[in-house]
Every structure is written in structure tokens, then in C-alpha cells.
């Protein structure tokens, strides 16, 4: 699965102090908090993923909390289609092979040409053509991020929350 994991790290002294806080790491309000921010990073990044002509990539995208109640705490989101991390990050200029085929086939869309309908109107009608290759030299494909955004939007939202949440627990302490 492309995903982008998101760890609260820090210092191992400030950390024995959080334990020390009544049980911080374990706390209903620390799972508010991250699961908000994870819900929130997924709905951001589903927006921000590219379309394509299935939409499939946008209705995939999910988050789930891992580790809860230890330092290792992990908000995981993303996807698990093969392609997310080619969508996210970009390819380069490669050769496609045929694999299980001697040759390489696909329908391609030609141009659009009036033509008559059943009732003597002229329509919209689109070419089908058939292609057969050999071999394709694919040009790449640009990056078009939607995790990384979703989780720059997000990541200063939940530090603010989770300091928020630390302060009102050093104060009642």
C-alpha cells in the first residue's frame, strides 16, 4: 500500500514525562485527536487525488490509527493501488514490453466528425481505432501529489491540537 505514516517522535526524557502524565499515550483524548486529524487527512487527500476515469485511486484512499497507548503511536493513510505511489511521485521515460502477448494492443479515440444519426440529424460521432505495437515508449508521467498535501495541511493541526491537549493535562496535573 502507498501510504505516508506520520510518527510523533521526540525526545526519550520528554517522553518518560508524558508517561508519567496519567496515562497520556493511552488517554481518549490523544484518540480523539489523532483520529480527527486521520479522518481529515483522508478526506483532504481523497479531494486532492486526480480523477482519472474511474475515480477508482479517490475511493480507495483510507487511514487507519496504529500503536495506540505506546510512544510509537502512527496515523497511516493511503491507498492500496499499485499505481498510487506512480500518481504521487512521478514516472520516467520507460519502455512498455509485451508480457503475456507477443504484441500490444489497445482501442484509441480518434478525432470527433459529424456524422448522420438514425433520423438524418447530423451527430457527434468518435472514431475507434485499433492499435497494435510491438513496443511503446512511454513519455513518463508528472507527479500529482495528494498525500503530501493532505498531510502538510494537516500535521501542524494536529501538533497544535496535541499541545493544546498536553497543556490543559500539565495544568490539571
Not at 481518549?28 to 485527536?33: A, F, N
Not at 444519426?117 to 485499433?130: M, W
Not at 511503446?136 to 498525500?147: C, D, E, N, R, S
Amino acid at each position: 500500500m502507498q501510504a505516508i505514516e506520520v510518527k510523533v517522535v521526540g525526545d526519550k526524557a520528554l517522553i518518560k514525562k508524558l508517561q508519567n502524565l496519567r496515562g497520556f499515550f493511552t488517554s481518549e483524548k490523544l484518540r480523539t485527536v489523532l483520529e480527527e486529524s486521520k479522518n481529515l487527512m483522508v478526506t483532504l487527500a481523497m479531494r486532492l487525488a486526480p480523477i482519472g476515469e474511474s475515480g477508482m485511486l479517490a475511493r480507495t484512499i483510507h487511514g487507519q490509527l496504529k500503536n495506540f497507548g505506546t510512544e510509537d503511536v502512527e496515523i497511516e493513510v493511503g491507498s492500496p493501488m499499485q499505481y498510487a505511489r506512480f500518481v504521487e511521485l512521478s514516472t520516467k521515460r520507460h519502455p512498455i514490453d509485451p508480457v503475456n502477448r507477443r504484441i500490444l494492443f489497445w482501442l484509441q479515440y480518434g478525432s470527433t466528425h459529424k456524422s448522420p444519426t438514425k433520423r438524418g440529424s447530423v451527430g457527434d460521432r468518435r472514431d475507434i481505432e485499433k492499435v497494435f505495437r510491438l513496443h511503446v515508449k512511454h513519455p513518463g508521467t508528472k507527479a500529482q501529489p495528494f498525500l503530501r498535501p493532505a498531510l502538510r495541511t494537516v500535521y501542524p493541526r494536529t501538533i497544535q491540537a496535541i499541545r493544546r491537549l498536553l497543556n490543559a493535562e500539565i495544568k490539571g496535573a
